[in-house]
């Protein structure tokens, strides 16, 4: 870890602002993605802006009647709050299933949204990796790559978003509230919100250099079964090998995501579209142009047989 | 005391506290964080200073440069050990690789400096600055490739040879009603014990004193003399807990010789934890191996013959992974063969973990024992049964010394319910799981080695016994006090227990289950000298002394045992020394295990839903700390069968997944209730404890009885290990 200054922001705005101010400048929320990578020097900030003093731990319901969740909620209490069990059920189900307890208290919802990937290569700094020294080269391909992506990936990088939550607020239609550092304030959808890869792997996410996150609102509730169903290899405390959050009509029609198989939470309209044909149609319209490695093959039967339980779980 | 005729009675056999669950002595120092692991001794020395290891990034070639002005200049730095300052250092003799590499790397993350700084942040901070060029070489880094390459390996003391050969084995198996050949795979495996290997080293003129976590004391301490040039006798090892070891500590690592480095040349105490990721790639694993198995049989299900070769890679100059060793011990059959081959990789050092050879070879023999079950269309535990044997089958004038496997089969099928289970596969369905049952034998070895002890009376009454052996969280503690009570006749709480320390008798050490067997018969030998001594100093006919109740008993006169030392302390000091029981008669300890699975006929996700054990294995000296032993074990073998792998780069020759995150080993929520039975016996051959090992018994063949488990539920075989839900998604029923 690099010795790194520190500061306590007193209001998003001034967090911004300083942020703003050194090149290399990062928030610390919960530190538990942020603090692992700097042991490690994956991640290398001069500087540290706590923003857990700025009261950005409230939810509240909003004019168009959905639900404010501010910046520093942590995944815990959003979880159990029962607003979100009532009419979010799909959210606070993909949150107890990341992580462990104790790290849920911890956990808050900007920094989970922003965590980073758990590409293994991603993880030792002697081996390149585009994402955290661009230009170095992509391990992963050829390499070991069970867990990487299927979708939205490119030459330069096939690592995958690793958060249960985000694909929970992908279905939902969340947005993400920001401040800039001149004070701005902005609403960025939560499909606009990850990037793909590209040319650029090292750019995860549409906010600018000290843009602070200051809240994520979810639109008035979906009627619906609300399905998180996450697969992976031990029955708790891993990262999904692949994710269904659904939310399904009487009728088997309704909305899905899929988690462990991009770069983003992974939703289409004409895979949507399929949901009534059932799992098979579904999945070969939210599958089409798949890239696998021959780690990851199995993740596309894996998905089509993961949305085929969630469509049974909904029927009864 | 030499043990050489089998025993016969004797005070332990009184059994009033040995035999008896008693909870652990050591307890509440763990569960209230007072028990000092090797980085947490913070008081025996002042003025500590922090290492931080650097691994080499490359897997095989030599360094051309290294920079370490940066780091020399960062602050708090007291000093840099590289191997060009270190001074002359010769290879332990236990050690494949060099503990400190350079210029020459062998694998990956071998060590190759320690930065010694004033705070662990500093070290490693610092570490981060050290810039190494390298000349990478191309190596060996793929078992399947370098397959038939590999050669016939030397015969060892835990191997045995490389070749055995009973009978006609080729002629046998052509003409064999049935036949079964087939090759297994079993990946390469983490120890991934919670406490990574530490420890705090600190010199006083020549002599050197390492606070550590060690499994064996007096290989560690004659290696450390040997790798710094020194005597023996200057140099001391403490290692009085141990956070789990599974094998990964039976030898001194990275961690020992940079601390003792990193001391000597800062004139400071130096402690030294290697980081997690270093415990994948800096230290030992067990090594992947490919497994045929071939067997023959007759119409009614009689092996006729039975082979097994074995592949596995390591080093140069480094030891085979022995899974074929128990084939030639478990099952009965006229014509026999094994064969060990071992390739060249240059990945990490590959070594002993818990139950080497047995756990990943009983994985495939049990598995195909199961396949040829189900080709006679016999009942898997019928057809074991069926060839069960009372010799060593290399060797019929060799008996077992007691082996009551087909009991643990009958009791385990009667408390498990096996006669509900169906032979053919993919019968039962229970909502979205495919349910399914297996069984397995468990089989692992007892083996006998020289342990001493020290046990001193003192002039409270109090009993101390000292010895060199080690508690690796399975009991050790108590299982030594519980002797030493039963055979001084005191209670528990008047024996103190000091332990894994140089300076005390060597002791067998913790490793091949044959801690707690060898060490209390340590314990057992050292109190025979101390009870003679007791009968001397009271005038005692030491022939017909009792001790108990916390008296000395002879004759109508009784003496309070206190009163013995009244005049000054007693010691007695001994060890076990064992003669040729073991080559007479062939000692080992039995299990049957059953496992019931869950397979989400979705998904393929595997769940155990139920887990049995019942095992033959001695005299259980304390049942609730064997259990633990056995439930940590069957737990290991979940693992092994389920999610266990360390991912190789077979392009750069590393292990990839080399932290808690990616090294998957099961939670809570994998295990479901487990259930163990132990099977009433007491082995006289063994010592005059009359025990045995199960540390490691509980981990073979389990990962067989859930694969079994796995097919029986799913219809789906899976020869290769870990059995992930991508080896069995082609299998299930079509999708709804
Ligand atoms: C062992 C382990 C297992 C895990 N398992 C799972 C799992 O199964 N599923 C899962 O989804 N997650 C899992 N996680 C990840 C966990 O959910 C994240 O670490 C956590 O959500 C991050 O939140 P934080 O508040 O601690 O973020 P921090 O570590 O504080 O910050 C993360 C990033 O967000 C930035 N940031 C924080 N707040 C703001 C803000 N308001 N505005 C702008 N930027 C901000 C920081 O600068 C940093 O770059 C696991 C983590 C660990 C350590
Ligand atoms: S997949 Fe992405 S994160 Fe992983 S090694 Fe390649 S570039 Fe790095």
Known sequence: MRSFTYERAASPAEAAAAAARQAKAKFIAGGTNLLDLMKLEIETPGHLIDVNGLNLDTIEPTPEGGLRIGALVRNTDLAADPRIRRDYGVLSRALLAGASGQLRNRATTAGNLLQRTRCPYFYDTAQPCNKRKPGSGCSAIGGFSRHLAVMGTSEACIATNPSDMAVAMRVLDAAIETVKPDGAARTIPIAEFHRLPGETPHVENALEQGELITAVTLPKPAGGRHIYRKVRDRASYAFALVSVAAVIGRHGEGRFAVGGIAPKPWRMQAAEAELPRGAKAASAALLAGAKTTHDNAFKLSLVERTLGAVLHEARG | MRFDTPATTNPIDQLKVIGQPTDRIDGPLKTTGLARYAYEQHDVVANQAYGYPVGATIAKGRITAMDLAAARRAPGVLTIVTAENAGKLVKGNFNTAKLLGGPEIEHYHQA????????????????????????????????????????????????????????????????????????????????????????????????????????????????????????????????????GGFGSKLFVRADALLAALGARASGRPVKVALPRPYTFNNTTHRPATIQRIRIGASAEGRITAIGHEGWSGDLPGGAPETAVNQTRLIYAGENRMTATRLAVLHLPEGNAMRAPGEAPGMMALELAMDEMAETLGLDPIAFRTLNETEVDPENPKRPFSQRQLVECYRIGAERFGWDRRRPHPRQVREGRWL??????????????????????????????????????????????????????????????????????????????????????????????????????????????????????????????????????????????EYGDLAKTHQQSTF????????????????????????????????????????????????????????????????????????????????????????????????????????????????????ANAIYNASGTRVRHYPITLDKLIGGLPENV
């Open chain 2, 112 to 243: 190759i400096a320690v930065v010694v700084a004033e705070t662990f942040e500093q070290a490693r901070a610092a570490a981060a600055l050290i810039a190494v060029d390298y000349a990478e070489e191309a190596g060996s880094f793929d078992l399947a490739a370098a397959r038939d390459s590999a050669e016939k390996p030397e015969a060892s003391d835990f191997g045995g040879p490389p070749d055995t050969s009973v009978g006609d084995f080729a002629g046998a198996f052509a003409s064999a009603h049935a036949r079964l050949d087939q090759t297994y795979t079993t990946p390469d495996q983490a120890h991934a014990m919670m406490e990574p290997h530490a420890t705090l080293a600190a010199w006083e003129g020549d002599k050197l004193t390492l606070w550590t976590s060690n499994q064996m004391i007096a290989w560690g301490k004659a290696d450390v003399a040997r790798t710094l040039g020194i005597g023996k006798d200057k140099v001391r090892l403490i290692s009085p807990f141990v956070g």
């Open chain 2, 435 to 576: 349910v399914g049952m297996g069984m397995a034998a468990g089989f692992r070895n007892n083996l006998l080695a020289t342990s001493g002890a020290r046990v001193r009376l003192g002039e409270d009454g109090m009993v101390t016994v000292e010895t060199d052996m080690t508690d690796i969280g399975t009991g050790t503690y108590t299982i030594v006090a519980q002797t030493a009570a039963e055979m001084m006749g005191v209670p528990l709480e008047s024996v103190i227990v000091r332990l894994g320390d140089s300076s005390f008798p060597v002791s067998a050490g913790s490793g091949g289950q044959w801690g707690a067997n060898n060490s209390t018969a340590g314990v057992y030998a050292a109190c025979v000298k101390l009870r003679e001594a007791v009968a001397q100093r009271l005038g005692f006919n030491s022939s017909d002394t009792v001790f108990a109740e916390g008296e000395v008993r002879s004759g109508n006169r009784s003496v309070p045992l206190a009163q013995a030392a009244a005049s000054g302390a007693l010691t007695g000091e001994d060890s076990i």
């Open chain 2, 591 to 706: 299990a049957a295990h059953f496992v019931e699975v869950g397979v989400d006929a979705f998904t393929a996700e595997v769940r155990v839903r139920r887990m049995l054990a019942v095992c033959a294995a001695g005299r259980i000296l304390n049942p609730k700390s064997a259990r633990s032993q056995v439930i940590g074990a069957m737990t290991m073998g979940v693992g092994a069968a389920l999610m266990e792998e360390l991912a190789v780069d077979k392009r750069r020759g590393f292990f990839v997944n080399h932290d808690l995150a990616g090294y998957e080993v099961p939670v809570h929520a994998d295990i479901p209730h487990q259930e163990v039975v132990f099977l009433d016996e007491a082995d006289p051959m063994s010592s005059p404890m009359k025990a045995k090992g199960v540390g490691e018994l509980g981990i073979c063949g389990v990962g067989a009885a859930v």
